[in-house]
């Protein structure tokens, strides 16, 4: 089943912009990884320092295998300081498109 994975990032008004640029760059492994259908970096109207992104993925099982990688390869340990509170996560499964 297709999964829709929703991470959410809390920056801060000085780390936003840095926040954003290292995201968009990692996006591109995102995109490249297994499973991968898709992925875009939001953010929200009213509060814009809440940094969003909306992943597809063929299951969540390739999701999972994704962020064990990035845990590997050390990225939390990049956008740790970026943050400006807990990050939150929310997997869905995909019913209808």
């Known amino acids: 089943m297709s999964a829709i994975v929703i991470v959410d990032l809390p920056a801060t008004e000085q780390t936003r912009d840095e926040l954003v640029a290292l995201l968009e760059e ?14 875009s970096l939001c953010t929200e109207h009213e509060e814009p320092t809440m940094v969003t ?20 390869t ?17 997997h869905l499964d995909l019913l209808a498109s």
């Open 26 to 39: 990692a996006l591109h492994d995102t995109r490249a990884f297994d499973g991968n259908r898709g992925a």
């Open 53 to 72: 992104i909306v992943e597809h993925w063929e299951s969540l099982e390739h999701y999972l295998a994704y962020d064990a990688w990035r845990v590997e």
């Open 74 to 90: 050390g990225f939390m340990e990049q956008l740790a300081p970026l943050l400006g509170g807990e990050p939150g996560e929310r």
